[in-house]
Nanobody
Framework: QVQLVESGGGLVQTGGSLRLSCAAS????????MGWFRQAPGKEREFVTA????????DYADSVKGRFTISRDNAKNTVYLQLNSLKPEDTAVYYC?????????????????WGQGTQVTVSS
């Protein structure tokens, strides 16, 4: 199994930036494709972005495309999510997740392991 721990969340003003990290332990992160999801109060968990095992392929939800960037450092067993130009509607708990499946990139059911989440709050 792999354990995932997110960090880097916080309170930021509209237009600000944050960098989230997801540190993995237990198994080598390069064995997994990775994704970030978020869940706002009263809403379902939604896909944000994903990256392939080697980091070459990425996918973004339309709502964050051009503002968020996912990256990974397999040597450090860490995945990052750079959040720029933040908006109040980006407020949510952000979760990183790992999957072994090649498909289902945008679906939570495809991911085997989840972190505990980190809160991002964007004030207007």
């Amino acid at each position: 199994q792999v354990q995932l721990v997110e960090s880097g969340g916080g309170l930021v003003q509209t237009g600000g930036s944050l960098r989230l990290s997801c540190a993995a332990s237990g198994r080598t992160l390069s064995n997994y494709a990775m994704g970030w999801f978020r869940q706002a109060p009263g809403k379902e968990r939604e896909f944000v972005t994903a990256v392939s095992r080697d980091g070459w392929s990425t996918d973004y939800a339309d709502s964050v495309k051009g503002r968020f960037t996912i990256s990974r450092d397999n040597a450090k067993n860490t995945v990052y999510l750079q959040l720029n130009s933040l908006k109040p509607e980006d407020t949510a708990v952000y979760y990183c997740a790992a999957r072994t499946l090649s498909g289902g990139v945008r679906y939570a059911w495809a991911y085997n392991y989840w972190g505990q989440g980190t809160q991002v709050t964007v004030s207007s």
